[in-house]
């Protein structure tokens, strides 16, 4: 494991007193500095950067080596074809549930006419899963490689995906060596782990209820004595041995004994058997239903809204973390990347201090990041408005701002007619309460069908008569047609297939859309950097941006400075 300073290629170096270019007291300095011995190349700053916004677009951790092999591996590892082959085996070792013995494949459910169930020969599942784990072992090698040992050692996912990959492989020897007989698998406990570590959301979802437990097991603990003490005046109420039918069939009932008790009023909490278990002792004597509506007003309407609150309260809150988090990796991705082409000037130059980022330099690194076209093209030309004046570092940030844009397709503009009768006609096939008319006609289709199919329902198959129901079905097609027809007259053919009112009209759009898309480029989304009235619309981080804080110069520095592999120099 190579210390901070030793890769061969950092990316910043440090200041050693007042030598090199950083001039002494100087408190940060926006130069890269070569290692000892070595000018970092062009090339390689120009890959730096690439990693780096790519990972303030996916709002990854830039603190993995940087040196030119190290982010070779580190893009081919975030391939479209290495994440697919890492998910495909994650889905292959979770489907050998469904073939291994004892297997659940069969013909039918029932067990009165279910076959034996296919046995796989002892080898078959086990080559497939030991290929699955090799793979996992390529996941954790290659992260571990990446991010280094001190990351590998303080992530405690990472040290569990090595714990239950020791565990699966020993198990999995075992099996073998026992030619498939072995009592207990114990790795097939373990398989539903490989899906969770890869899921970001997943491990999200669980570090949120774990950061929730103390408030909820207070309003669980609350719910807990809730239950007791209800549970156990119920069954003094209701526990009367000389009491009436009523009261008997309520006790045996519901209040046979203390298990039985608690599990009907856990039960009732959910107001799930409610009004059942309380209807024998409200037959007998309607006062017997105040304990039940007591129970029900501080158990279910007062103490489950409470916990419901403090899941809320608390979910949001790890949301709001979560996207403060997701906002301050990319702008310290950017940053970084920022402080890689500000020392640029050309191949294998180095440019003054405080210039800035070249527009054509981050041109060239824009062409080489893996983006989408439409968000590429966008920051293209958000960089090409600058000209060649060079861009601070605000300016370098508010231009990936774009991101956080999608693109909502404009209603095209209805066809215009020169015609008055034309122009009536199309005001009232374009009507909205056009669709309503249609979208009676699909309900009155729907009724007949079923109507015919009850009044049938006792007939034989053979001696039915469908020439009724089959002229319906066609005058309603034919209706169908007609009126897509009038539309696409009122509409446009790109205004009816931005309005789909019904099923019918849905199918049609599918298909003259796959047609549309084919044959006429046009009809696809416009650019986010296109013309001011392109319609935009907002991510989720921009809905909440306003309560969010955004990093601040001194924050996103001294995390650059720690990291181990590129340093600023100070």
Known sequence: MAKPGAESDPLLGRARGGSGDCPAGLATCRSVQASPGAVASWGLRIDQAVVFIEDAIKYRSINHRVDARSLWLYRWYYSDLCQGTLNFAIYLILSLAFIETPSSLSRTADVRYRSPPWEPPCGLTESVEVLCLLVFVADLSTKGYLFGRAHFQKNLWLLAYLGVLIVSLVDWTVSVSL?????????????????????SMMKKTLKCIR??????????????????????FGMLLFAGEKQDDGQNRERMTYFRNLPDALTSLLVLLTTANNPDVMIPAYSRNRAYAIFFIVFTLIGSLFLMNLLTAIIYSRFRGYLMQSLQTSLFRRRLGTRAAYEVLSSMSGKGEA???????KPQNLLHVLRKVQLNSF?????????????????????????????????????????????????????????????????FIALGNLVSICVFLVLDADVLPGDRDDFIL???????IL?????????????????????PSNVFDGLLTTVLLNFLHKWDPQSHLQSLAGTEEATYQMSVELMFRDILEEPNEEELTERLSCHRYLQLCR
């Open 351 to 357: 440019s003054p201090q405080g210039v800035g980022v």
């Open 179 to 199: 030619l498939c007989r072995e009592p207990l698998r114990v790795r097939r406990l373990l398989r539903p782990f490989f899906l969770l570590q890869n899921s």
């Open 211 to 232: 950061w929730s437990l103390p408030q909820m097991a207070s309003v669980g603990l609350l719910l807990a004595i809730h239950l007791c003490f209800f549970t156990m």
């Open 470 to 476: 089959g002229i319906l079905n066609c005058i309603f």
């Open 479 to 499: 209706y169908y047609v007609l009126e897509m027809l009038l539309k696409v007259f009122a509409l446009g053919l790109r205004g009816y297939l931005s309005y």
């Open 375 to 439: 968000h590429k093209q966008a920051l293209i030309e958000k960089v090409c408005s600058y000209g060649d004046v060079p861009l601070s570092a605000s300016e370098f940030q508010r231009i990936f701002n774009e991101l956080d844009k999608t693109v909502v397709k404009e209603h095209p503009a209805r066809p215009e007619y020169q015609s008055p009768f034309l122009q009536s006609a199309q005001f009232l096939f374009g009507h909205y309460y056009f669709d309503y008319l249609g979208n």
